[in-house]
């Protein structure tokens, strides 16, 4: 079992910025690849970004590409996304997810996922 904790939501201004957290515990982090997903009102749950467990493979949806970055510390068993840039269409759901394989993580179809934090990007 591996248990999700996002933070680091909020309200923020268009072009502002805002860093997500996502702090795991019980299984090993460093065995997991990792991923942001989000949610917009009335809208199905899309990928945004994704890391292999070694840091060394990273994935993004189009839209985000040049102003997201997600990365990750294994010693502190967190993933983190950097979210440069906002615009008004970023506001969202924001949700991490965990799989063993960097594959399933990018498909949606991990085994765990967080709680969710809500970003507003405000025009």
Request: charged residues 15%.
């Amino acid at each position: 079992q591996v248990q999700l904790v996002e933070s680091g939501g909020g309200l923020v201004q268009a072009g502002g910025s805002l860093r997500l957290s996502c702090a795991a515990s019980g299984r090993t982090f460093s065995n997991y690849a990792m991923g942001w997903f989000r949610q917009a009102p009335g809208k199905e749950r899309e990928f945004v970004a994704a890391i292999a467990w070694n840091v060394y493979r990273t994935y993004y949806t189009d839209s985000v590409k040049g102003r997201f970055t997600i990365s990750r510390d294994n010693a502190k068993n967190t993933v983190y996304l950097q979210m440069n840039s906002l615009k008004p269409e970023d506001t969202a759901v924001y949700y991490c997810a965990a799989n063993p394989a960097l594959s399933a993580v990018v498909a949606g179809s991990s085994n765990y996922w967080g709680q969710g934090t809500q970003v507003t990007v405000s025009s």
